[in-house]
């Protein structure tokens, strides 16, 4: 074997991850025969490292030293004052039902954990959010929890970039290229569902650039490091069994899911339609996809009320965006208080304001734009070294109108208290931007954003 | 292959010593409290942080680093531990509101490793419930420990009795080395 000279630092250094391989603790012979290390020099270097509390000997043994114990409480009291800052930062800002009242069942697989291979270059993080789509108010909230993450973090961040893609998947493709060549470290991607989207998140992750996805995902084999979004099962489950136990189990009802291309409509109309199936005497009279806009719900509803009329028992909507259309044509038909169907859908300010004024029966579960920053937060985690979880579930709520919970359905929150009189219209509730955020009114400075402005500006009305 | 003396060796020991004192410090600062000279400190900091045992930032501070951790870790017998701990932790407490542990030993012996408060408390007497994380042997190398908030319900801690099983399978998953890629 040829000679290598190794100095006494590359030795002890080699000793000390040897003994992380070996779990604590190995004899010096197998320590000698893994580093190369002489046993004769091996029981010098452990001497000398002993004397620093590093290792222990014991009859032809070494472990890990007490300095070790020192290590790790020293650790813990640095993610203890990381995580501190977390919460400030973010947990106070999520709302969170007590576990036993949140009526889903906890996933039981193991969690699945990522980390990046490569740690970026040392400094300020240079941050890239690409946005599928700014064409409804949920968008603009979600742009602003971005950007209110980004302020909170902007010792450590170089930049934040945003860029919407306006619902045109070329144009996300470009965008995300175009952040990736910018030097961005890190990637916060709503994706559109595009092959072109996909390639390119792919490319940017061949590069090394960290992507965090929110709210949409993407398919299996689309590498990313975590995915931060919240439970759509739950909120299309959870209001499609409140529609049908408050009509008893009988009646026809419209289903007015978001936008046909979106996982989250997706994954809501089917645990929707999976409950209504359990449910015999429930009718659907129509799945008519709505974008997510009031102005199509409003049309669709106008329609089937002059066709169906009283035989609308219920509207079943994923979100308020689209059903405050509905209750409009209601409204517009002539249906007084008390007397429109039941609906489901929240997130709006105005779909809770409308169901209030109208006495209509509703059930939400909002759909949180807290996951934008959650997102961010992932995404720093990452960018520094950490493990962070592949999936993060937002928590949400469960909203009723007063004396509207059913067997199965109760309230974490009534509709009549979580509703904001005082508050634009196109509010959207669930934000944890706090209890005067107005998404009319916003402003931040984080670096990368000028005089204030939010990227989300010129897209409120 | 032969090692040419014990030359910087303790100022290994030294240096990680004097991190654990103080989290943040230059090489110049950590050379005059070891008592070394100030290039034999560049040296050494220069192949710690190669090995990952400690870290320096854009400015230039030092701080110990992941594998300094992770052989801190190793002291307990589970330096795999190190890093999907405390990502699980924060994980376990976000979703239960339950302060989350990971503590090494029993009774009298106890040490907590890591720690992920729920906010606002520091304490971590309450009401608990905790789960051993095994070796594929079966032995216990470390146990998981929730700390209710008062006046958490039987069901809540039912349903945190869940969760706490699913973060105690990941982390057996990756003690024993059977993580997914």
């Given at each position: 074997m040829a000679s290598i000279q190794y100095n006494g630092i590359d030795a002890a250094i080699a000793l000390i991850l040897a003994l992380i391989e070996s779990n604590a603790e190995a004899s010096t012979a197998d320590l000698s025969r893994s580093t190369g290390i002489p046993r004769s020099s091996l029981h010098r270097i452990a001497l000398a490292l002993s004397a620093c509390g590093v290792v222990e000997r014991s009859r032809g043994r070494l472990r890990a030293g007490p300095l070790g114990e020192v290590l790790v409480a020293a650790n813990a009291e640095r993610v203890g004052r990381a995580d501190h800052a977390r919460i400030q930062r973010t947990l106070r800002r999520l709302k969170r039902v007590p576990l036993s009242q949140w009526p889903m069942l906890p996933a039981t697989e193991p969690l699945s954990l990522s980390k990046l291979a490569v740690i970026p270059r040392k400094g300020r993080y240079r941050i890239g959010f690409s946005n599928a789509s700014m064409d409804n108010p949920w968008r603009v909230a979600l742009v602003h929890s971005v950007e209110y993450a980004a302020a909170n973090l902007s010792e450590h961040i170089e930049w934040l970039l945003v860029r919407h893609a306006d619902d045109d998947p070329e144009r996300q493709a470009a965008d995300i290229e175009a952040l990736a060549e910018a030097g961005t470290d890190g990637l916060i991607v709503s994706a559109l569902a595009s092959p072109l989207v996909h390639q390119a998140i792919r490319k940017a992750a061949a590069r090394g650039i960290a992507i965090v996805l929110v709210d949409r995902g993407v398919p299996p084999g689309v590498a990313h490091t975590s995915f931060v979004t919240s439970d759509d099962a739950a909120i299309g489950r959870m209001t499609a069994l409140w529609l049908a136990e408050i009509l008893k189990g009988k009646g026809s009802v419209l289903i007015l899911p978001g936008l046909s291309g979106a996982e989250p409509a997706q994954r809501r109309l089917a645990a929707a339609q999976a409950v209504f199936q359990g449910f015999p005497a429930i009718h659907p009279l129509a799945v008519e996809w709505t974008g997510w806009r009031a102005d199509r719900a409003y049309d669709i509803v106008s329609d089937a009320i002059s066709k169906w009329g009283a035989q609308i028992n219920g509207v079943w909507c994923d979100s308020g965006l689209q059903g405050v259309g509905s209750l409009k044509a209601f409204a517009d038909a002539g249906y007084g208080q008390g007397q429109v169907p039941p609906h489901t859908g929240g997130d709006l300010n105005l779909a809770y304001k409308l169901a209030i004024r109208l006495h209509v029966r509703l059930a939400a579960v909002d759909y949180p734009p807290t996951m934008g920053m959650m997102a961010v937060e992932v995404l720093f985690s990452a960018l520094r070294g950490h493990w962070v979880p592949r999936f993060v579930s937002v928590p949400s709520e469960v909203i009723l109108t007063k004396?509207?919970?059913t067997r199965s359905v109760k309230p974490n929150l009534w509709a009549e208290d979580h509703v904001r009189w005082d508050l634009p219209d196109d509010l959207i509730l669930a934000t944890g931007l706090g209890p005067a955020y107005n998404p009319r009114s916003f402003r931040t400075h984080y670096p990368g954003n000028l005089y204030n402005r939010s990227a989300a500006q010129g897209n409120i009305s | 292959m032969s090692v040419t003396g014990t030359t910087g060796v303790m100022a290994v020991g030294q240096i990680l010593q004097c991190l654990t004192q103080e989290s943040m410090v230059t090489v110049t600062e950590l050379a005059q409290r070891c008592g070394i000279a100030r290039s034999t400190a560049f040296d050494i900091v220069g192949r710690l942080e190669a090995a990952g045992l400690v870290e320096r930032t854009a400015g230039g501070q030092v701080s110990v680093g992941p594998a300094a951790i992770a052989f801190g870790f190793a002291r307990f017998g589970f330096a795999r531990l190190h890093g999907p701990a405390e990502a699980v932790l924060m994980w376990l407490r976000d979703e239960t509101c339950a302060s989350a542990a990971l503590v090494s030993g029993s009774g009298g012996e106890e040490k907590i490793i890591l720690m992920a408060a729920?906010?606002?408390?520091?304490?971590?007497?309450g009401e608990t419930l905790s789960k051993a994380v095994r070796d594929a042997s079966g032995k216990e190398m470390a146990h998981l420990r929730l700390t209710f908030p008062p006046g958490a319900s039987r069901a809540d801690r039912a349903r945190a009795a869940l969760h706490l099983q699913r973060a105690v399978d990941t982390l057996a998953r990756y003690l024993n080395g059977r993580e997914d890629s």
């Open positions: 004396g509207s919970a | 729920a906010d606002g408390r520091k304490s971590m007497s």
